[in-house]
């Protein structure tokens, strides 16, 4: 009875229920280091400026 009114994509263990796998590219860029870096400083700098706003 509750099952029907469940709509289609949110039966829960179903493919569509899960998150996406992340490809070859995706896994490549969160170890490689130099990218890292570049993400970290450009996150700081949000920050920073963010900080610098408020004050």
Not at 4 to 11: F, G, T
Not at 27 to 54: C, D, E, S, Y
């Amino acid at each position: 009875m509750m099952q029907d009114q469940i709509p289609e994509n949110k039966r829960p263990y179903e493919q569509a229920y899960f998150p996406a796998k992340p490809n070859k590219f995706v896994l490549f860029m969160h170890t490689f280091l130099p990218w890292q870096i570049i993400r970290f400083a450009a996150l700081n700098l949000k920050i920073v400026r963010l900080l610098m706003k408020g004050h």
